[in-house]
Structures are given as structure tokens and as C-alpha cells.
């Protein structure tokens, strides 16, 4: 029972340079989001996904990009990576929009951009 | 729009002393509440919800529609309930989570 699954779980990226983070979720959840977690900021909303298809932009999207083409899959890619973009990237699924049942979380990525 | 505010980034207690993490929030219609945690080195986890009035792990939250608040409360606190604390909210339950800057619970022996 795996749950949602994220890959790498750490990356070192030079600035300007390209990666996709990976998630995958296995629960059949149509809902699934990206948040990105900074030291005394919380977690900020990215991107999410209401199905296969659908993808809307959330409060901190600029510099990523995301595509679902399956249900089970949610990759977040950065184009050009900046400093700025040195964080932990949580993400997670849920059932229904969070269906009062919450959100089920990946272990999460630790990217630093240099 | 709506926000969740934890206004401590750090509380420290005794082991055996009564805790509460405050959290507020500002909405104006009937929103749905989430208590998070984050262990050390594990992935964030749900730890209660209010709609479902339960206690896990000895913690409870009581929403205070005339205060917009949702304190985390557990009567005696232990070792392992060190850990990240992260309030949330959602409009409704087909809409996204909100979530708090967190506030990091520390047990001292």
C-alpha cells in the first residue's frame, strides 16, 4: 500500500537547469497538489488537479509548470531553475476535493538550487 | 480570502504540562478544519479533523465559531509529540486546503 509516492527524494540543481519532479498515488484519488514547505512559511499551494486533464494554478505557480495526463500521475516541472526555488516539495492527493477526510501526503523532495 | 494564522512559530513545554496551539482564521462562511503534524524526518499527516469531534494521540480541537478558532489541546504532554504543527482550512469539502505557517512544538524532559 504505497500511497503517493515522489521522486528524487533530494536534488542538487545549478541555476537555469531543468527537472521534473515525480508523484504518483495509487488510491485512485482524483484530486492531487503540489505545495512547495519554506522555514516559517508553511506549505504554499503550486498547482493542483481535479482530474486527469485538468490543472489549475494555485498561490506559487510562477517558474512551474504541471500536466496530468493519468490519474495516477502528477509531475511538477521546473523550467529554469532559480535560488529562489530552493525548498521542500510536498505532494499529496485526496479523494474528493479534500472530501473532510484531509489530504494523504508523499515523503516529499528537498531540491537546492545553487 | 480565507487565512489560518498559528501565531506561534515555537512553543515549548514540560513534559506532563498541559499544551495548546493556538490557531485562528478568517472566513466568513462554515469551513472545515484540520489539525497536520510533521514528525521529524516523516511526511506531513493528518492528525484530526473537526467534523469528526474525535481525540487522537490525547490531542482535541474544539472549533469556536464566535472566536474563528481551532486550538490543538492535549492535557499532558509526552516526549513524542515533538513535531511540526500545521492548522488548515478548506471552504468546503470540494475545495482546496489552506494551511498555517505551522508552529513547532518542542517537549522538554
Known amino acids: 500500500n504505497a500511497g503517493v509516492t515522489q521522486t528524487p527524494k533530494f536534488r542538487i540543481l545549478k541555476i537555469g537547469q531543468s527537472m521534473t519532479l515525480q508523484c504518483t498515488q495509487d488510491m485512485n484519488h482524483n484530486y492531487m497538489y503540489w505545495y512547495r514547505q519554506d522555514p516559517g512559511m508553511g506549505l504554499k499551494l503550486i498547482y493542483y488537479?481535479?482530474?486527469?486533464?485538468?490543472?489549475d494554478k494555485g498561490e506559487v505557480p510562477n517558474g512551474y509548470n504541471v500536466s496530468r495526463s493519468t490519474t495516477e500521475d502528477f509531475p511538477l516541472r521546473l523550467e529554469l531553475a532559480a535560488p529562489s526555488q530552493t525548498s521542500v516539495y510536498f505532494c499529496a492527493s485526496s479523494q474528493l476535493g479534500q472530501g473532510g477526510y484531509g489530504y494523504t501526503f508523499g515523503s516529499g523532495t528537498r531540491l537546492t538550487v545553487v | 480570502a480565507q487565512r489560518v494564522t498559528q501565531p506561534e512559530k515555537l512553543l515549548s513545554v514540560f513534559k506532563g504540562a498541559p499544551v495548546e496551539l493556538k490557531c485562528n482564521y478568517s472566513y466568513s462562511g462554515s469551513p472545515e478544519l484540520f489539525w497536520y503534524v510533521q514528525y521529524s524526518r516523516q511526511r506531513l499527516q493528518l492528525l484530526l479533523r473537526h467534523i469528526s469531534r474525535e481525540s487522537i494521540k490525547g490531542f482535541t480541537a474544539d472549533l469556536n465559531k464566535g472566536e474563528t478558532s481551532f486550538h490543538l489541546k492535549k492535557p499532558f504532554a509526552q516526549e513524542e509529540d515533538s513535531a511540526m504543527y500545521y492548522c488548515a482550512l478548506s471552504k468546503n469539502r470540494d475545495d482546496k486546503i489552506i494551511f498555517g505557517k505551522g508552529t513547532r512544538l518542542h517537549i522538554l524532559p
Open positions: 488537479s481535479v482530474g486527469a486533464g485538468i490543472t
